[in-house]
């Protein structure tokens, strides 16, 4: 990552290129169930970032020399739409969507009880449909409500944020110019309730002591996420209810 010093991303104040304090996140959007053909699905909106996540399964697994005898598989395909970013991009999986992918599915596995579906696959579709840096974390979010909408047994949800670095000053949640013209950008995904993290990844350099800062600067905003992703799995819920109890 090399800084761009013309572009100035913290001004005299201290805030950010769109107004933020450094330990200030997005507005976060969260809606459950979004998708009637899917098993679940969920639309998140982080700041810019608009994300939507589909899952199917439990289900049969094809080819079925993938199937586990013991638990199911997870599957997980990030797409980003052509019209996601300022520059078209192709439809064909790039090499950043393939590791992503793989990212993404790490960071939701250990909070799946995989073992109560041998045999089995689940599958994880999601969409980028606006990019604003942050989509991976915005996919985690919005996977991880898409899955209990799903049913799907689970320990925990898992909620991510990411810490970015503006020369020697960490900030919360980067935007895209952040992540273009930053020093760092630090993903971190974690079990909110067990207080685990599944995903941490960094580009730039960090000390140990601002990979510990950038672990206590996430503790609150993961908490919040999660409260939001309860709220919109809830809300669904409650809407479901509202209509059967209508019917009767
Ligand atoms: N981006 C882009 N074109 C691409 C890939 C990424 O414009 O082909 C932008 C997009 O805004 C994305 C940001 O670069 O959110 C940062 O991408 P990164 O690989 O760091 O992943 P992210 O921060 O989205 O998880």
Request: hydrophobic letters at 40%.
């Amino acid at each position: 990552m090399t800084r761009n010093k013309n572009v100035k991303l913290l001004d005299e104040n201290g805030r950010r290129s769109d107004g933020r304090l450094p330990d200030e996140m997005r507005p976060l959007k969260i809606e459950a169930g979004v998708l009637r053909n899917a098993d679940g699905s969920a639309y998140v909106e982080l700041g810019n970032n608009k994300v939507i996540a589909a899952v199917y399964g439990p289900r049969e697994v094809t080819p079925r020399h993938e199937a586990l005898s013991d638990r199911a598989i997870l599957r997980c395909k990030y797409s980003m739409l052509p019209f996601s970013v300022a520059e078209r991009k192709s439809p064909q999986p790039s090499r950043r969507e393939i590791e992503l992918s793989k990212v993404i599915r790490e960071a939701l596995t250990p909070a799946i009880f995989l073992n109560e579906y041998p045999r089995t696959t689940i599958d994880v579709f999601i969409n980028i449909l606006e990019a604003d840096g942050g989509t991976r974390t915005a996919s985690i979010i919005a996977a991880a409500v898409a899955l209990a909408d799903a049913g799907i047994a689970m320990r925990d949800l898992v909620a991510a944020i990411a810490v970015g670095k503006i020369g020697d000053i960490l900030v919360l949640d980067i935007n895209g110019l952040e992540d273009q013209h930053g020093d760092g950008d630090m993903p971190i995904a974690m079990m909110p309730k067990l207080g685990e993290v599944t995903l941490i990844q960094a580009d730039g350099v960090f000390t140990p002591e601002e990979i510990e800062r950038a672990l206590s600067m996430v503790s609150k905003p993961i908490k919040r996420i999660y409260e939001e992703q309860v709220k919109a799995l809830k809300s669904k819920y409650e809407s479901i209810r509202q209509e059967v109890t209508e019917s009767e």
